[in-house]
Structures are given as structure tokens and as C-alpha cells.
């Protein structure tokens, strides 16, 4: 299998007050191109962590995290914003997209980050997207004067506008009902088929779960089964 | 334009008029008080320059500081008219007051109307010279705006005293009494503030004011031609008072951008967040705080210049107050406004930069 994302012995340990708190126990993960995997588990499991230290939004404690050849566990802050400009998306449960922008801003907000100022995206790639997510007469609305589900496919296509390495999705259903959920998985579901876009997503809904083709579940900061 | 400056300024109007106001305001204190002090100070020296005298012989002090306190004793008349080359002389004396709309100051001369119209060449174009105590002579431009006319009553010294006479060109002061009142409402008995003192022949003026100064040392013996067209040149303390203005300028306009910016940023956490995971940097992070903070301070310039030139304009018609705008000082308060602006939002634009990115994506 090519190993897009590995993480070795991955550990995580908060000075919450005197208490060190041990979110993550020594984590080994690894996730093939083109793989869409879900980590499931319960409140304070350790997932949003690992999904945090995996986009390089956290640094771990020790361990190796290696997306796409380049190690984030021995960057620093900058570097890894930089390996996340280039090679990571995220998808978050609260959407997350600039209320002041419509859909297009966003979109092309993203886009302009990740050329570094400049274009990035060709309009062809661009299309490809907002066909897939069916979002091609919704750019210019802004968020508020969209679906939570419109919103959160905006959100997906903000993350894979620019083909990034992989995608990291936050629990991405828990804000929208099932109707929109259902959506949204299957979105997902078709980027991952037809782009080949490897996907991560924690949830600890396993109907949403069951939509990915691995399923990891986590307990107490580690990974205790994986089918 | 669908940028994310354009659109949290036009999101956020209140934050943005209220940041506008204070970049505004910086800019109308520059702009109107140096236009002031410029309008004010040139239009006197013009007035100085064209006084017919080749000389003025005074104290310490410049000839325009502004004082009441008339130190030269008028016997040096008498003194300098026995100097070679000399051909007449006119002692007068000098009032600063607060000005009668309020604003500004307003200059009061008492003079010998002979001597001094002599060498001034003004002539009384209506009316009459002044024959008596509690009269006063006006320049046109005075009874223009003031609306004046012979017989008119106006405030001089706190006392109330009628025109008799308005007269043209304008030298000096607008508003003159005799010599003789002035000393005694001042109680400078035989004292005047300088001394006009006109030459035989203009193109010794030079060594004129060698000899006077050699037959009268310890003097102030000035070529009228000297005195310099230009902000500070010839008033002690108007530097420091522009400079003043400008460092309060640049202290209110930088405040209102950073209380604007530092609340704005800590309303955006959230979205600082979302930029970091979208792998802005910081630099890319305070330029976005920056150019909002720069496109602000832009409108509030052009705000600010606008307001200044329409309440310069209002001030000459209601005041004898006259403004000079120039464009080195209106370039000038343009930049400290949009520097000022960048100042102000730089430690709101390093803060949000350095946020944590998992603290802000979970702000609320």
C-alpha cells in the first residue's frame, strides 16, 4: 500500500493545572493513497487530537507524524502551516466558512492562500469540484443564505479546491440532519471514488462511519480495533 | 469585489464609521491648524512685507511674536531719524487679543496716523482719520467681514469703540487705534512695539541697518525683506505647537484603529482560526489585518481632508480667521493617517497572528 499518512508511537500529553492528561497513548496509523478511513470513538477518546496533531494544527508530544513523505512531529509551527497549505484540507462540524464571503469568496480565499498570493487552480479543476458537490448555482450566495448541508458541501469543496493530500474531516454530519448528512456522506464518498482523494473523517457515528471503507475505533488515546 | 478586507469593512459598518471618524479627525487637526497657523502667519508677514518700511527696529524678541508687551521706547524715534540714510519714521504699538468670533487672535495697532500712512501709503477710503479716544480705523477686508462700516461699534481691548474711518491697502494690523490710546489702555506711557523706519534710498537698506545697528546696539534691527514667508520661520513656539498637533494626530487616529481592530480580531477569533487551518501564515495573517486597518485609514483621510477643506472654507466666510492649505501638509497628514491607521492595527494583527489555532477554531 502507499502510505500517504503514518503516524509511529504518537503521543499526546496535556498539563491540564498539576494533572498531565494523556490524550493519545502511542498511536501507529497508517492510510493508503485514496483510502477513506473514518476513527470512530467515544467523547474524549483522543480522536479530535489525533485529527488536530494529523493536520498539523498540534504539535505531538513524540512520535513521527508523516503526511505525504514530510514528517510534522520535527517541524515548526511555521513549517507545518505550510505543509497544511499545501497538502491538507479540513472539513469541520461547525462548517467554519467566513460569514462575509460568499461561496465563491471563500472558495477563492482558499485557493489564494494556497498559491501563496497567487492563482493556483485552474477553472477546469475548479468546475470538476463544484460539479461533483452540485454547488454550481450556489456561489454566490453567502453562507447564511444557505442549507446547513449547501453550507457544508461548500466547506468540502473549500478543502479539496486545491487537491490537497488528504482530507481531514471533524466529525462533518454532526450539525446537519440526516437527510443532509446523508448528502454529505455521499459526497464524500464520491470524491474519494472518483477523485481518488484520500479522506480521514472522526465521527462516533457509525451509520456515518460506515460509509468509508476502514473504520479505526479509538478508546483511551489509543487504537483498539480496526476492521 | 469579493475580498475578505472589502468584506469585513463592509460588514461592519459601525466598527468601520467609528475607525473612519478617528483617522478623520486625526487628519482635520493637522490639516485645519496647520492651515491656521500657515494662513494666519503668512497673511501677517504678506501684510508685514508690504508695510512700505525697509527696516523695523525692535526689542529681543522677533518682530512678530505675539506680545502686548510694546518694550521699545519711542525716543528711539527721535534717535534714528538723526541716522544717515533714514528718511522717515513711525513708532506703533502692539495688542494681541482673543478674536472677536472667538477663534483665533486679533492684532490691534496703535499708530500716528501721519508717519505712519506716510510710509505705509494707506489712505482712508471712507470716513475720516482718527481724531479722538474710543475711535478706530479698519482695513476693507475687516469691514467686509465683520461687516463694518464707518460709525460701527467694535471690541477692542475689551472696550467698546467706534470706526471712523476704513482704510485700504491693508498693512499691518486690521485694526488700529491711536498711539497714544494704546499706551495709555496698556499703561506703556511712551513705549511702543517697534519702530517703521523708511530709508532715502531702498538699495542702501543694507547699510542703513549697519549703521543703526552700530549707533543703537543691543537692538532688533530687521530688513522688512527678510521676514520669511513660512510656518515657524519667525514665530518662537510654532513648531512645537504643529509638532504637538501632529503627535496628538497620530496618537488619536493610532488608538481608534487599535481599540477598532484589537475588538474586531477578538470578534474574528474564530476566523483567525479557520485561516490558520487553511495554512495562512502569519505574515499573511497581519497583512489581511493591515490592509483592513490601511483601506480604513483611507477612507478616513479622504474623509478627513474633505471635512477640513469644507470647514476651511466655512471658517474664512464666517471669520476673519484666513486658512492656507498646502499640499506638502495635506500630503503630510495623509500619510500620518494611513501610518498612523498601520501603527494602530499592528498589535491586534501580531496578536491574532500568534493565536492558537485549536483555541480559535473553538471560540465561540
Redesign the interface.
Known amino acids: 500500500m502507499d502510505a500517504i499518512l503514518k503516524t509511529e508511537n504518537l503521543v499526546m500529553t496535556y498539563r491540564v493545572g498539576k494533572v498531565d492528561v494523556n490524550a493519545l497513548r502511542g498511536v501507529n496509523l497508517t492510510v493508503g493513497r485514496g483510502e477513506f478511513v473514518s476513527i470512530m470513538g467515544p467523547s474524549g477518546c483522543g480522536k479530535s487530537t489525533m485529527l488536530h496533531i494529523l493536520g498539523g494544527l498540534l504539535k505531538p508530544t513524540s512520535g513521527r507524524v508523516i503526511v505525504d513523505g514530510e514528517d510534522l512531529a520535527t517541524m515548526s509551527d511555521a513549517q507545518r502551516t505550510d505543509t497544511r497549505r499545501r497538502k491538507i484540507g479540513f472539513v469541520f462540524q461547525r462548517f467554519n466558512l467566513f460569514p462575509t464571503l460568499s461561496a465563491d469568496g471563500n472558495l477563492r480565499l482558499a485557493e489564494h492562500i494556497h498559491g501563496n498570493g497567487k492563482k493556483a487552480v485552474n477553472e477546469e479543476t475548479r468546475r470538476e469540484v463544484l460539479r461533483l458537490l452540485r454547488l454550481e448555482n450556489k456561489m454566490r450566495h453567502k453562507p447564511l443564505e444557505l442549507s446547513g448541508g449547501e453550507q457544508q458541501r461548500v466547506a468540502i469543496a473549500r478543502a479539496i479546491i486545491n487537491r490537497p493530500a488528504i482530507i481531514l474531516a471533524d466529525e462533518p454530519t454532526g450539525n446537519l440532519d440526516s437527510e443532509n448528512s446523508e448528502i454529505v456522506l455521499e459526497m464524500l464518498q464520491k470524491l474519494n471514488r472518483e477523485l481518488n482523494q484520500t479522506i480521514v473523517m472522526i465521527t462516533h457515528n457509525p451509520e456515518a462511519a460506515a460509509v468509508a471503507s476502514r473504520i479505526i475505533e479509538m478508546r483511551d488515546g489509543m487504537i483498539v480495533s480496526e476492521r | 469585489m ?3 478586507v472589502v ?2 469593512i ?2 461592519r459598518p459601525t466598527r468601520t464609521l467609528i475607525s473612519v471618524a478617528g483617522v478623520a479627525l486625526g487628519v482635520i487637526l493637522i490639516v485645519l491648524n496647520t492651515g491656521l497657523v500657515e494662513g494666519m502667519l503668512n497673511d501677517r508677514i504678506k501684510r508685514e512685507r508690504g508695510i512700505g518700511a525697509e527696516i523695523q527696529f525692535g526689542r529681543d524678541a522677533s518682530l512678530l511674536t505675539p506680545s502686548s508687551r510694546n518694550p521699545v521706547d519711542v525716543a528711539y524715534a527721535g534717535r534714528l531719524r538723526e541716522i544717515e540714510g533714514v528718511k522717515q519714521v513711525s513708532p506703533y504699538g502692539l495688542y494681541v487679543g482673543a478674536g472677536n468670533s472667538g477663534l483665533g487672535i486679533e492684532l490691534v495697532e496703535g499708530i500716528e496716523f501721519d508717519s505712519y500712512s506716510s510710509i505705509t501709503g494707506i489712505r482712508i477710503v471712507d470716513g475720516r482719520p482718527i481724531q479722538q479716544d474710543g475711535e478706530v480705523l479698519i482695513d476693507e477686508f475687516k469691514a467686509q467681514h465683520g461687516k463694518l462700516k464707518v460709525g460701527s461699534d467694535i471690541q477692542v481691548f475689551g472696550n467698546k469703540m467706534k470706526v471712523s474711518g476704513i482704510y485700504s491697502p491693508s498693512a499691518g494690523a486690521r485694526i488700529k487705534v491711536s498711539l497714544g490710546e494704546m499706551q495709555r489702555l496698556l499703561g506703556v506711557e511712551n513705549k511702543c512695539f517697534s519702530i517703521l523706519v523708511k530709508v532715502q534710498d531702498p538699495d542702501k537698506q543694507a547699510e542703513v541697518q549697519q549703521r543703526i545697528d552700530a549707533a543703537l546696539p543691543n537692538n532688533k534691527v530687521i530688513l522688512t525683506r527678510d521676514l520669511g514667508i513660512g510656518m515657524g520661520r519667525e514665530i518662537p513656539g510654532v513648531k512645537g505647537f504643529v509638532r504637538a498637533v501632529l503627535v496628538l494626530s497620530v496618537i488619536v487616529s493610532a488608538l481608534v484603529i487599535l481599540l477598532a481592530m484589537y475588538t474586531t480580531i477578538t470578534e474574528r477569533t ?2 483567525i ?10 505574515r ?1 495573517i497581519i497583512s489581511v489585518i493591515e490592509k483592513e486597518a490601511l483601506a480604513i485609514s483611507l477612507i478616513g483621510v479622504v474623509a478627513g481632508l474633505v471635512i477640513s477643506l469644507i470647514a476651511g472654507w466655512a471658517l474664512e466666510r464666517a471669520t476673519t480667521l484666513q486658512l492656507e492649505f498646502t499640499w506638502s501638509w495635506i500630503l503630510r497628514a495623509g500619510l500620518i493617517g494611513l501610518g498612523a491607521g498601520a501603527l494602530g492595527a499592528l498589535y491586534p494583527a501580531i496578536r491574532a497572528a500568534n493565536k492558537d ?2 483555541q480559535a ?1 473553538s471560540y465561540d
Open positions: 469579493d475580498s475578505l468584506s469585513n463592509r460588514q474564530r476566523e482560526g479557520i485561516l490558520k487551518s487553511l495554512g495562512a501564515p502569519k499573511y489555532a485549536v477554531l
